[in-house]
């Protein structure tokens, strides 16, 4: 049996994405993003020890948290989708049982899961 842990938080950011109908003049959001990791073992919990999943999720939400998107991850068009992966790639180098990254604000939402 395969079993499942996430952690999930909100942050405050602003982005812009140039030609959408609502996101194409700068603007902040209240994102959320959720971290999934997979575990094998009931009572394994998290994959890994240190901060665990929720402190690794926390000291990334710190670098975004209050900023312009543009600005932190100036490499991608900050859609919530785009910023999944940001997060993947991030959380995926201290847990490796990482399979889902989900990045919402308002209505619209992304994912970046392991195939
Ligand atoms: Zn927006």
Do not use: N, Q
Not at 58 to 78: H, N, Q, S, T, Y
């Amino acid at each position: 049996m395969l079993y499942g842990s996430s952690a999930t938080l909100r942050f405050e950011a602003s982005h812009i994405v140039i030609g959408h109908p609502d996101c194409g003049k700068p603007h902040g959001h209240t994102w959320s993003v959720t971290a999934h990791v997979s575990h094998e073992d009931l009572h394994e919990g998290y994959p890994r020890g240190g901060a665990g999943l929720g402190g690794c999720l926390e000291a990334l939400v710190r670098e975004v948290d209050g900023r312009d998107l543009k600005m932190m991850v100036p490499l991608i068009v900050a859609t919530p989708t785009a910023l999944a992966a940001w997060f993947f790639e991030r959380i995926s180098h201290d847990f490796p049982r990482l399979t889902r990254v989900d990045v919402c604000h308002r209505l619209e939402g992304g994912s970046v899961s392991r195939a």
